[in-house]
């Protein structure tokens, strides 16, 4: 069982940066392969970039390719999604999840993602 908890949400303008966290608990951890998706009002939840258990390999959304990271810390169980560059368009609840690598990548909900987090907002304004 692992349960995930966000922060770093808030209110940016449009060119600026924000980090979010997702905290998890559980020693299981560092076996998950983690996630971020986002739903922006209105809007499906959509894949935003994933990271394989060790670190060493990364997805993206085409949409987010450049401007944001994704990393995590084993050793204090969280992973973290650097947003650079954020555009209005990127307002959205983003949301963090566990899971096998091949779920996290899947197209949403065709094989539903085990963990996820509650959420956490960002605002950009332009």
């Known amino acids: 069982q692992v349960q995930l908890a966000e922060s770093g949400g808030g209110l940016v303008q449009a060119g600026g940066s924000l980090r979010l966290s997702c905290a998890a608990s559980?020693?299981?951890?560092?076996?998950?392969?983690m996630g971020w998706f986002r739903q922006a009002p209105g809007k499906e939840r959509a894949f935003v970039a994933a990271i394989n258990w060790s670190g060493n390999n990364t997805w993206y959304a085409d949409s987010v390719k450049g401007r944001f990271t994704i990393s995590r810390d084993n050793a204090k169980n969280t992973v973290y999604l650097q947003m650079d560059g954020l555009k209005p368009e990127d307002t959205a609840v983003y949301y963090c999840?566990?899971?096998?690598?091949?779920?996290?990548?899947?197209?949403?909900?065709?094989?539903?993602?085990?963990?996820w987090g509650q959420g956490t907002q960002v605002t950009v304004s332009s």
């Open positions: 559980g020693r299981t951890f560092s076996s998950y392969a």
């Open positions: 999840a566990a899971d096998v690598l091949y779920r996290l990548l899947l197209p949403v909900d065709s094989d539903p993602i085990n963990y």
